[in-house]
């Protein structure tokens, strides 16, 4: 099943680069309207404005229903109540008021929940910007990192716009991805992305390297074949991992950044052996003319 697969991906450059692309637009229009909406392609958690994170640790369960209510009645609607899985259940409350230790036990008790362990977590406005701005920062000079690095590899520049373009189409699916699961922008998603962008460009350096730098390995379809069996092996174990992780952790900052890359890995699967298969087959075709 595998094989044919491959077969028919590498067989028909064209369909696969323009499914690839669609689905490109597709996200694209989807943050557009997002950003037209909200003013934002991704809502930021505290980390990134202001506001309070607290966790509550629990065992036996909690009525998530009555404890939202309870929550959002003390501080807002705009308040998130969500409950994590894991080795230890954990309450999370996002806020954008001020929460004391002291309204938090008395929260606690109100709610007849069996705690572990609880923390709150703080930010205020001026450090949420500036942590925002450094974000941006860390984000500009990543991708400019990726896109040097890469044209120094090729020195051509379609191949190495390809490898950039996959890199950012995995994002773009990942923020995406993100909006739909209501998962914040933070500190450690932020961190997940960029882990992502770099698997990203490992899985396409991996295959442009062998289509374009050893052309003495066999025909260009065997060169393609062979990363596509390797890349995608690759992908595979990597998401299994991921979603290992996300089963067993009790912490919301790991479940978060395993989402994000497990999303990011799932997109990495079309955007480089669907995309950038297409654009280096192509572009091979071309160069032999």
Known sequence: MMEKTIDYVVDNPRKMLAISLLMLVLCVSFL???????GEVVERSIDFKSGTQANIEFRGDVDVSYATKVIQD?????T???VLGGVTRTLVIETDKEVSEAELIELIGELNIDEVGHSIQSIGAALGQ???NQALGAIFVAFAAMAIAVFITFRSPVPSLAVILAGVSDIIFAVVGMNLLGIQLSMGTLAGLLILMGYSIDTDILLSTRVLKRRGEG???ERIKSSMKTGVTMSVTSIIAMTILF???SSPALDDIA????MGLLADIPYTWLQ????LKIYMGRMEK
Do not use: M, P
Request: glycine share 6%; proline share 0%; aromatic share 12%.
């Open 247 to 249: 089963l067993v952790s």
């Open 130 to 132: 500036a942590f925002w």
């Open 32 to 38: 557009a309207v997002k950003y037209v909406q909200t």
């Open 259 to 262: 989402l994000v890359i497990i």
């Open 219 to 221: 025909t260009v379809n």
């Open 74 to 78: 003390k501080y807002g609607k705009t």
């Open 276 to 279: 950038n298969v297409g654009i």
């Open 80 to 82: 998130k109540v969500r």
